[in-house]
């Protein structure tokens, strides 16, 4: 990646920073020698406490409020980026929402909210990526491995995620000559309060002894991913989905 940014350090972007997966790879990140963005829409105090912990252990980072579905915010985050920290030069699309409901069951306000998320909240990022974002770059979108497992209730949560994968296989291509990778985590359970929420002791059990590692993932697992991803030892990795999923199928 190139090193035209402050301090000579890389700059990342992580939306939906302020909490679970997203903070936990912010910190990685950090830990990595990352200059590092803490996006969030709603949760100011944590974003800032987040920043704050980062700053402690020696780290760099900033964080920026900015709603990923509106295009012109997400050009707001992008130039706040570049003008404290640097030119951006990985972007890391955490920020997912999930509402588990049959299909049936769903309004129209759901299914509207959770495509504008998921869906459109990555492909303004990736949009603006294109335009804003260092050639060498890396860019990694997290998914869901709920596609693969086709579980009741996630018909709508997995669509939207689907489109997610789709879109960053084939951008991974229409990136060629500027030497920056598109990759996609898809996570299986994870400990944190996008998976708690909603389910009972006894579905969360389930989910935890689909695994023939005997456990839920954890979000450092994911972060470790990431981190791999975005580093020198995953250059040539691109255009792939990963399922980190412990083995769930």
Known sequence: ??????????????????????????????????????????????????????????????AVKADITNSKEVSHLFAEAEQHLGKVDVLINNAG??????????????????????????????????KSMNDGGRIVNLSSSTIALKLPGYAIYSASKAAVESMSQIFAK?????????????????????????KSEQQISQLENMSPLGRLGQANDIASVVSFLVGKDGAWINGQVIRANGGIT
């Open 97 to 130: 929402v999930l509402t588990t409901k049959p299909l049936a069951e769903h309004s129209d306000e759901l299914f509207d909210h959770t495509f504008a998320i998921n869906t459109r909240g990555t492909f303004n990022t990736l949009r603006q990526a294109a």
């Open 174 to 198: 229409e990136l060629r000559g500027r030497d920056i990778t598109v990759n996609v985590v898809a996570p299986g359970p994870v400990e944190t309060e996008l998976f708690f929420a909603g």
């Open 1 to 62: 990646m190139s090193k035209h940014n402050t301090a000579n350090k890389y700059v990342a972007i992580v939306t939906g920073a302020s909490r679970g997966i997203g903070a936990e790879i912010a910190h990685r990140l950090a830990l990595d020698g990352f200059a590092v963005v803490i996006n969030y829409r709603n949760n100011t105090n944590k974003a800032n406490k987040l920043v704050e912990n980062i700053k402690l252990r020696g780290g760099q980072a900033i």
